[in-house]
């Protein structure tokens, strides 16, 4: 069973213990904001072509650099739709980067080294949210993800990222109102491309990648 298979069984569950669940949910319900903790891995799926003449068409793999910073926070407000039930719509950012490095291996080669740079990821999302007592809760996210793309070299600057997350986690509140949010999940973001503008980078090669991350985050804040 893969990850999206496994989350449409969760999020099945949810919706038939519904009216099943005789937990309150007013004491999730409202505004909220929060700080997060995370863990962000990036696979990649890249390359880079040179049809140059003193290459005469080589392609180059990608290697990807790690997340510099995995600290963000969130912001969102939970409507309830019943007395087990809640519907969470907010937004969160994770500040960071990640940089994606191409290494020419062609001596010959008029291509130097580039790196494609991502940072700034930002979630709005929407959470189904089932209460199962009077502190914790299990929800499901769906968001549209997206992040800022830098260019290092002397290539064009691609799009920015955006892509489709999906997330599971539980949420415990207390009756202070401070809350810990523990989550789980994965983005498929959109490819991106980009090319040489010349100056050492000739305008016939050409960089793409398809980047995914997976992640696992950690929040605390405060319901109000």
């Known amino acids: 069973m893969n990850i999206k298979q496994m989350l449409s069984a969760v999020f099945t569950l ?8 005789q937990a309150d949910s007013s004491n ?10 995370s863990g962000y891995g990036v696979g990649v799926d890249g390359n880079s072509r040179s049809t140059s003449l003193n290459s005469g068409g080589t392609d180059n793999d990608v290697q990807v650099g790690k997340v510099a ?8 407000y939970a409507v309830p739709l019943g007395g087990s039930f809640l519907l969470d719509v907010g937004a969160s950012m994770l500040t960071g980067e990640a940089q994606l490095d191409y290494i ?3 001596v010959g080669s008029v291509m130097a080294d580039v790196a494609l740079t991502i940072d700034d990821l930002i979630t709005y999302y929407i959470a189904p949210t089932l209460v199962l007592s009077d502190t914790s809760s299990l929800f499901i996210k769906v968001g549209l993800s ?6 290092k ?3 064009t600057t691609p799009g920015n990222l955006s892509g489709t997350t999906w997330g599971i986690g539980t949420r415990t509140v207390l ?14 973001y959109n490819g991106i491309s980009s090319h040489g503008k010349s100056g ?3 305008t016939t090669t050409s960089y793409s990648a398809e980047p995914t991350t997976a992640y696992g985050k950690i929040s605390m804040g405060f319901r109000f």
């Open 28 to 37: 999730f319900a409202g505004p909220y904001i929060g700080l997060s903790i």
């Open 200 to 202: 050492g980078q000739a």
């Open 104 to 106: 020419s291996d062609d």
């Open 69 to 76: 910073a995995v600290s963000g926070g969130e912001i969102g």
């Open 14 to 21: 949810v919706l038939v213990n519904v009216g099943t669940a």
């Open 153 to 155: 070299g002397n290539i």
């Open 146 to 151: 997206e992040a800022d793309i830098g260019v």
């Open 175 to 188: 009756e202070s109102g401070i809350f810990i949010r523990s989550e789980a999940g994965y983005t498929e």
